[in-house]
């Protein structure tokens, strides 16, 4: 893929089916670990994207929130520019008004289809995909719905290079700076209007590895940003297992083939993070 290239391209069926326009597009999304998706109808995007801009005001009560733990409430991010408000699914009804807790539902309904969708070409057993995903695909897991900044002011990369440790990532990406790695290299990934970006996490790649059809978890960034405007704003959505949950590897006799704590996991992610200079 050239950095000029578009990424393959799905949608969401009206039974919540994800379709991509060519088996092609698909075969390049599991080997890439990313692609786009339209935006359904029914997501009401606009609403969303003024309750983050709430968040930019400094007076906002919204900054107040506290944080539980390192993973959840208003937080700065050392090393990079981004700042965010990040809560999981159980958080959302205290904290965000009722049509955002909302929004965040929707995006379950897009999470539980793209993992779906892996998990049927994977030739998993469906009666397993529960039990493999520690409950996500059958809505249970748990959900991150992080309204982001970035801070303009500071010289630090937007973000630092990483794969996401979860399932899916589902990303509303409205100016550029986004960069996935390719053959060692860092590549643009263009906004692309009316899509968000969905990239797979190395959760789910480790629940697939001994199935028919992995996939990918990318390596991406976000460059350093620069606007007229001080602060920069997206929203992201993480699929996620249960921090304290399991995860389980089956092939497609249904055997369970290995599996691991999720907290294991994501100590061990954490230990082999790439370090970039």
Same mark, same amino acid.
């Given at each position: 893929m050239k950095p000029d290239m578009s990424l393959p391209k799905a949608s969401i069926d009206e039974a919540l089916r994800l379709m991509f326009e060519t088996s092609e597009d698909q075969d390049v999304a599991w080997k890439l670990g990313v692609f786009y998706l339209k935006v359904p109808d029914w997501l009401d995007l606009e609403e969303a994207r003024r309750f983050g801009r709430e968040i930019l005001d400094p007076a906002s009560p919204?900054?107040?929130? +506290? #944080?539980?733990?390192?993973?959840?409430? $208003? !937080?700065? *991010?050392?090393?990079?520019?981004?700042?965010? *408000?990040? *809560?999981?699914?159980?958080?959302?009804?205290?904290?965000? %008004?009722?049509?955002?807790?909302?929004?965040?539902?929707? *995006?379950?309904? !897009?999470?539980?289809?793209?993992?779906?969708?892996?998990?049927? #070409?994977?030739? !998993? +057993?469906?009666?397993?995909?529960?039990?493999?995903?520690? &409950?996500?695909?059958?809505? #249970?897991?748990?959900?991150?719905?992080?309204?982001?900044?970035?801070?303009?002011? #500071? +010289?630090?990369?937007?973000?630092?290079?990483?794969?996401?440790?979860? $399932?899916?990532? !589902?990303?509303?990406?409205?100016? %550029?700076?986004?960069?996935?790695?390719?053959? &060692?290299?860092?590549?643009?990934? %263009?906004?692309?209007d009316g899509h968000l970006v969905i990239n797979f996490g190395e959760a789910l790649h480790f629940i697939t590895q001994h199935s028919n059809r992995s996939v990918a978890a990318i390596v991406h960034r976000v460059t350093s940003q620069v606007a007229d405007n001080p602060v920069r704003q997206g929203i992201v959505y993480f699929a996620n297992p249960e921090l304290e949950g399991v995860l389980k590897q089956f092939d497609v006799q249904g055997r369970e083939v290995g599996g691991s704590s999720v907290g294991d996991l994501f100590s061990l992610l954490e230990r082999k993070l790439t370090n970039y200079s």
């Open positions: 919204l900054r107040d929130i +506290p #944080q539980y733990g390192e993973l959840e409430g $208003f !937080i700065a *991010l050392e090393n990079n520019q981004q700042t965010k *408000l990040a *809560l999981r699914r159980h958080r959302w009804d205290e904290h965000y %008004p009722q049509e955002v807790a909302r929004f965040g539902r929707h *995006l379950d309904h !897009i999470g539980r289809a793209v993992i779906c969708e892996v998990f049927r #070409q994977s030739g !998993i +057993p469906e009666h397993l995909w529960s039990e493999a995903s520690g &409950g996500y695909s059958s809505g #249970q897991g748990t959900a991150f719905l992080n309204f982001v900044h970035y801070d303009t002011s #500071q +010289p630090d990369l937007g973000l630092r290079p990483h794969t996401d440790y979860g $399932f899916v990532t !589902i990303l509303d990406a409205t100016s %550029p700076g986004l960069q996935i790695e390719l053959e &060692g290299q860092f590549r643009d990934v %263009p906004v692309l």
